[in-house]
């Protein structure tokens, strides 16, 4: 059975060139291995444990929390926002995170990568995904980093599977988190 793999996108814009390297790594992604775009971040409320009961459990929440479940590993793409985590990403992390001691993270491993237009690509908010998720509850694989910058000139006219330096590495990123499935923490 092929290794399943969340990724999650921290941008909900149509041209997002995070979510383009989401679909890059669908393709680039080794025997094994499936890599599966998580769709609907956007329906999430925002966090609040009031409604985190069985009886108002948002739908889409529950979605997520499936998915998850469902998946051996998850890869993250975030862009930077005001030198931080996009708060879409964020509160998909804190949904995860919870029921208290039962995170649907589950100790999975997580790889956190992105592009910004930035000269850092968005390291600072890629650090701090990695810092949430660790708190969160995943297996933080925090030597598997890559953090694109420039994104609207260099993916203006290229999608990033057709950029051969970044599905290089890209192909690496997948193949390294499928390496640390089953692997103890
Ligand atoms: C609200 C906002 C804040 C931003 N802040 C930063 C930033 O701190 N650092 C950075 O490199 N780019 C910043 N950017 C530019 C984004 O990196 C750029 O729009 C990027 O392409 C967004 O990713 P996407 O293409 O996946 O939507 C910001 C963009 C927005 C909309």
Redesign the pocket.
């Known amino acids: 059975m092929s290794v399943r793999i969340l990724a999650l ?3 909900l ?1 149509a ?6 390297l989401a679909e890059a790594a669908v393709k680039l992604a080794p025997e094994g291995a499936e890599v599966e775009v998580f769709e609907g971040l956007a329906d999430i409320p925002f966090y609040n444990e009031d409604i985190d009961v069985a009886d108002s459990l948002p739908a889409a929440a529950a979605k997520l929390r499936e998915a998850a479940q469902a998946a051996d590993a998850f890869l993250l ?1 975030s ?6 985590i996009p708060a879409v990403l964020k509160n998909a992390i804190d949904w995860l995170s919870r029921p208290y001691g039962a995170s649907t993270f589950g100790g999975k491993p997580v790889a956190v990568i ?9 390291v ?2 890629q650090d701090e995904a990695r810092k949430a998720v660790g708190i969160a509850g995943g297996n933080v694989i925090e030597d598997i980093k890559l953090s694109i ?1 420039g ?2 000139v260099r ?1 203006a006219e290229t999608h990033p599977a057709d950029d051969t330096e970044v599905a290089a590495q890209l192909t690496e990123v997948v193949a390294r988190l499928h390496g640390n499935v089953g692997v103890a923490a």
Do not use: I, K, M
């Not at 862009?79 to 931080?84: C, D």
């Not at 992105?114 to 968005?122: E, L």
């Open positions: 996108v921290g941008s814009r041209g997002s060139h995070n979510r383009q793409f862009p930077e926002y005001n030198g931080t992105g592009t910004a237009y930035g000269q850092y690509g968005g600072w908010a910058p994104s609207v993916f």
